[in-house]
């Protein structure tokens, strides 16, 4: 067995632009759900348990599928019933304003992407470059669900002040 060195402790794991926003949706949801849980710690465990350093770790893959699912799953628990939502995803992302959760696709397509997740977190195994891709694919999901019309106009200003086209 390998001699466990004392003292070492890996730096957080950086993220891109697109996770850091999502973090801060995440948190935003949370608040406005289920008092104040951070569900951004959820997605940086998550992220971090995929990082090469702990993949010594035969159950990485399970432990980082289990911190995804989480996200989601906490809006079943009985714990959260009774708050400003019915103790469902569904209606919580709702309630956050999210303007693309009323489609029946979309909710059909997180709705997959959960289960591919709950499957990993039960040890059904996958390829690293299949779980790194069903990753990807559950944070754009989440990121598009966690879209509120505020945020659209917010990217609208944004892109007209970059690109100064009266100018």
Known sequence: MPELQEGII??????????????RRLDSLGQMTIQGQELSGMLMGAIYAT???CRSNSDWMAQSAHSLREILYIFKSKKTKGKKFTGNWI???????????QEEDFQKSLNTV????????????????KYERLMENFQMVLLRALDRQVDIHTQIDQFFSEKKLWE
């Open 10 to 23: 890996l730096p957080p794991t950086e993220l891109t632009p697109e996770q850091v926003e999502l973090c």
């Open 51 to 53: 990082r090469e350093e």
């Open 91 to 101: 209606d919580a992302i709702r309630h956050f304003g999210s303007v693309t959760i």
């Open 114 to 129: 959960y289960g591919k997740i709950e499957d990993v977190a039960h040890h059904q195994l996958m390829s690293i470059e």
